[in-house]
C-alpha cells in the first residue's frame, strides 16, 4: 500500500533553532497536509499543499510540495517550546473524501 | 471557532463487548472520516463518510460498521471488542469531500 517515510523520527534542539522535517513516498500525492499532535490530542492542521513546487507559509512554518509530487518538507524557524510535539506529514491521491495516508511522525524536544 | 466533537472521550469496556462512538462534525461539513490510532502510531484510515454515503474504506475491521446520519453526525459501531482494538480513535471532519481534514479530540478506547 502507499507509504510515507518521514523523517527524522526525532529532534532535539535547542530554543530558538530552525527545524527541518520531510516526507517521501514512492506514490504521486495530489495534496501534502501537515498536522501537529500534542500527546492524548487530535492532530492540529498546520499547512495544506495543493500544487507541485507550491511554498506556503503558516507564521514561523514553511512547507513545500515537492516538483516530482513524491516529497514535502515543513520548516519551523525560531523554535520556542510550545512547538514542541509530533509533527506528522499526510497526503492524499484520490480526490472528494478520500482518506489521508501519514507518515510515521517527527518527534520535536526543545532544550530551554 | 466550532470544531469537531466526539463523545465519549474515554471509554472502558470488557472484552467481548460492544461500544459506540460518536463524532459530530463542524457546522456545514458534510464528510466525516473516521481513524484509529495505536500507542506511538500514525492514524490508520478506517472509513468516511459523504453527504451520508460510504466514500473510502480503510482497513476496518468487519467487526465495526459505521453509518453518517441526516444531521452529518457519525456513528461507529464496535463489536466483540478485542484487547488489539485498544486505541485513540478519532473523527475528522472537511466540506464537501475537500482534502483540509480538521481532527477531534478522539475518544480513548481501553478494552480489558
Known amino acids: 500500500g502507499q507509504q510515507l517515510n518521514q523523517s527524522p523520527q526525532s529532534m532535539f534542539i535547542q530554543e530558538g533553532e530552525d527545524v527541518s522535517m520531510n516526507c517521501t513516498s514512492s506514490?504521486?500525492?495530489?495534496?501534502w497536509l501537515w498536522y501537529k499532535q500534542d500527546p492524548g490530542e487530535g492532530p492540529v492542521l498546520l499547512i495544506a499543499l495543493y500544487k507541485a513546487g507550491e511554498l506556503t507559509s503558516n507564521g514561523r512554518l514553511t512547507a513545500q510540495f515537492g516538483i516530482t509530487r513524491k516529497d514535502s518538507f515543513l520548516n519551523i524557524s525560531a523554535s520556542i517550546p510550545s512547538d514542541v510535539g509530533i509533527y506528522f506529514c499526510?497526503?492524499?491521491?484520490?480526490?472528494?473524501?478520500?482518506?489521508?495516508?501519514f507518515g510515521q511522525g517527527t518527534r520535536l524536544t526543545i532544550n530551554p | 471557532a466550532a470544531g469537531v466533537i466526539q463523545s465519549p472521550r474515554h471509554l472502558i469496556k470488557e472484552k467481548r463487548e460492544t461500544a459506540t462512538l460518536k463524532c459530530y462534525p463542524i457546522?456545514?461539513?458534510?464528510?466525516v472520516y473516521w481513524y484509529q490510532q495505536g500507542p506511538g502510531q500514525d492514524p490508520q484510515f478506517l472509513i468516511s463518510?459523504?453527504?451520508?454515503?460510504?466514500?473510502d474504506k480503510g482497513s476496518i475491521p468487519d467487526r465495526f460498521s459505521a453509518q453518517q446520519f441526516s444531521d452529518y453526525h457519525s456513528e461507529l459501531n464496535m463489536s466483540s471488542l478485542e484487547l488489539g482494538d485498544s486505541a485513540l480513535y478519532f473523527c475528522a471532519s472537511s466540506l464537501a469531500g475537500g482534502p483540509e481534514q480538521f481532527f477531534g479530540p478522539g475518544t480513548r478506547l481501553t478494552v480489558l
Open positions: 499526510a497526503g492524499q491521491t484520490g480526490q472528494g473524501a478520500q482518506k489521508l495516508v
Open positions: 457546522p456545514r461539513h458534510d464528510t
Open positions: 506514490s504521486i500525492f495530489n495534496t
Open positions: 463518510f459523504y453527504e451520508k454515503m460510504q466514500s
